[in-house]
């Protein structure tokens, strides 16, 4: 009996330790053994981002220089982000080291930047921090909108500088992207 005790002993020790190695969360953080969470960086910044316009199957919409879709973080209340850490690994702030640039259809007095934690700058647009979304693999897709994640709701910007709520049927680009 002894040595079936020892066994149940050891496996369940195994599994506790694995699981808190690699725990994930619903808010999506996740947290080592030591219980620190993992360090993320915010994306290398480019000397100038353009943000453009692009219509689609949800209006026209905000897009940066290489055709994916801006997005807006309803947790952010003012132009400084809250998405930091593990939030910026899935939802990647448009940051620039210099000044950003409005493509066509884009008013450029609403573009501008605010200062991130780690002391970049995210361009922001009618004073919303811009996002773009790991889960968009190809220019155009816009799989992130209305997804909750890290606290809020996540949603495309128009070029008014509004949130769109409504939904797309399709995340596949319309032709023309």
Do not use: E
């Not at 496996?11 to 080592?32: C, E, I, K, P, R």
């Not at 981002?49 to 209340?77: H, M, R």
């Amino acid at each position: 009996m002894k040595h079936h005790t020892r066994a149940f002993i050891a496996v369940t020790g195994t599994v506790f330790f694995l699981s808190s190695a690699g725990a994930a969360y619903a808010d999506g953080s996740s947290h080592s053994a030591a219980g620190a969470a993992p360090a993320a960086s915010s994306p290398p910044a480019t000397s100038s981002a353009t943000v453009s316009a692009k219509s689609g199957p949800l209006g026209t919409i905000l897009v940066n220089s290489k055709g994916d879709t801006l997005y807006l973080f309803q947790n952010d209340k003012t132009s400084t982000s809250t998405c930091n850490g593990s939030c910026t690994q899935q939802w990647p702030p448009l940051t620039v080291s210099g000044k950003p640039t409005a493509g066509s259809n884009v008013k450029s007095s609403m573009l501008s930047t605010s200062t991130r934690s780690d002391g970049s700058k995210q361009v922001t647009y009618n004073g919303h921090p811009l996002y773009t979304f790991s889960g968009d693999k190809k220019p155009g897709q816009m799989n992130g909108q209305g997804l909750t994640a890290f606290g809020a709701k996540w949603y495309v910007v128009g070029t008014d500088g509004k949130q769109i709520t409504k939904t797309a049927t399709s995340s596949s680009p319309p032709s023309g992207y």
